[in-house]
């Protein structure tokens, strides 16, 4: 019996167990893009953490997010990790198209490719 995917879309934000340790369940950020993400078991997610940092890796992120654990939630873009669909366990919201956007410039400035 085949187990059907978890549908997960970019932008979303999803509680995800097995984070590398020591960290074991962690509200993650989807980055993989839907159209490659869908046959995949697995996603590229960032890291969202309740600790500022530099505004040039952290984006702040609003309520509609539907993270309640912290005054404030920032996507920490130095923390990615590729996850199995299979360790989202339960979504929470998804960043609004600034959010995302913003995200996406400080991914691509951590891993050198924004110029």
Do not use: F, Q
Not at 65 to 88: A, F, I, P, Q, R
Not at 91 to 103: K, N, P, Q, T, W
């Amino acid at each position: 019996m085949v187990t059907p995917r978890l549908d997960a879309t970019r932008g979303e934000v999803w509680v995800c167990a097995r984070i590398p340790r020591p960290i074991s369940i962690h509200p993650v950020v989807v980055l993989t893009s839907n159209r490659i993400a869908r046959p995949l078991s697995a996603v590229t997610v960032a890291l969202i953490t309740g600790t500022t940092g530099p505004e040039e890796t952290r984006v702040a992120l609003g309520p509609g997010s539907g993270l309640t654990k912290y005054d404030e939630s920032y996507v920490d873009c130095t923390s990615l990790h590729t996850m199995d669909k299979s360790s989202l366990r339960r979504r929470m919201g998804r960043l609004d198209i600034r959010e995302l956007a913003s995200v996406e410039r400080a991914a691509r400035r951590v891993l050198g490719l924004d110029g």
